[in-house]
């Protein structure tokens, strides 16, 4: 049985519903968390929920956007209201868009007239609406909740907030430059909001997951039957650990991060939780 240190706090989780974060939803439940359940899509949170639930643990399912602060903030009023001060925010809602991403990965004159070679989108060809989405959902998307559930946390004097970077936080994968600039962005804000917020007694950290197969990646890494696409087969052989990652693995890491009674004195760091990723060279 899971020890609960988090027993009766709130925690809330945005992303809620996707690949990574429901499952940290389930286990801050399990370690008697309430959870309050953000992202766009109701009925999938309810899912969530539901599950949590059946667990015995409490949840609470809100749809909204967080780019959006009105949206954010009739949230955080509901689950104020619901399930009390928010304790604990991990920003997990975020993720890239095929049509901000190149599908060349250096340059190739053709795109100079439409599309490189068979017509591939390169770096001048990407659309202005889906890079600015991208961007939005990835930085602004953490900055609005950490303003509205930061607030509540600095008056209550104490808090913890979770965000989420990448392998492209520290160097930036071909094809994703928006979702690796806004990524980079995670990890200097988390360190600025660190400082910020250090005389409020609360504290912010990251997590930088490496390769964990989600409904979008699944495509991008791996063939229809199941085997590794050559770029999939790129990240195996960069990643020390032979695999990819499972939501499961990053658990210990972001209860850690949380934790007060784990690492109080942990602030303003980024942890890789990667299979050994950054720390190979390739050679
Ligand atoms: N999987 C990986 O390998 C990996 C690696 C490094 C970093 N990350 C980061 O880890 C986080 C979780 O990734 P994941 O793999 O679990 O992705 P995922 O399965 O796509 O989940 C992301 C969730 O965020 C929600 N979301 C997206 N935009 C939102 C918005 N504007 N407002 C509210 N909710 C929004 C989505 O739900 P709705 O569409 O219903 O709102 C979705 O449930 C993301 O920040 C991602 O960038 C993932």
């Given at each position: ?54 667990e015995g643990g409490t949840a609470l ?154 409904c979008r990646s699944r495509k991008i ?63």
């Open positions: 049985m899971a020890e609960r240190y988090f027993e009766g706090q709130v925690a809330v989780v945005t992303g809620a519903a996707g690949t990574l974060c429901s499952e940290v939803s389930r286990e801050l439940a399990r370690r008697g968390a309430k959870v309050a359940l953000v992202g766009r899509t109701l009925t999938a949170l309810e899912q969530v929920a539901e599950d949590i639930r059946q399912a809100l749809a909204a956007d967080v780019t959006d602060a009105v949206a954010v903030e009739a949230a955080r009023r509901m689950i104020a209201e619901r399930l009390g001060t928010c304790r604990f925010l991990v920003n997990g809602a975020g993720g890239n868009q095929a049509a901000a991403s190149t599908e060349t990965t250096v340059f190739e004159a053709g795109e100079l007239d439409g599309g490189a070679a068979d017509g591939a989108r390169g770096f001048f060809n990407l659309g202005l609406d889906a890079v600015e989405a991208v961007i939005l959902a990835n930085t602004l998307g953490t900055f609005i909740p950490c303003q509205v559930f930061g607030r509540e946390m600095a008056a209550s004097g104490r808090g913890s907030i979770l965000n989420f970077a990448s392998m492209n936080s520290y160097r930036p994968l071909t094809r994703v430059p928006a979702y690796a600039m806004a990524k980079a962005g995670i990890v200097n804000f988390t360190q600025w909001l660190a400082v910020y917020l250090a005389p409020a007694g609360i504290r912010v950290n990251a997590v930088a997951p490496g390769f964990f197969v989600n890494l791996m063939t229809p039957e199941g085997g590794l696409s050559p770029r999939g087969d790129k990240v195996m052989s960069h990643t020390p650990a032979g695999r990819f990652g499972e939501a499961g693995d990053l658990l210990g890491c972001v209860c850690w991060l949380l934790d007060d009674g784990q690492a109080a004195f942990v602030t303003g760091v980024t942890v890789p939780v990667d299979g050994g990723f950054m720390a190979a060279s390739g050679v």
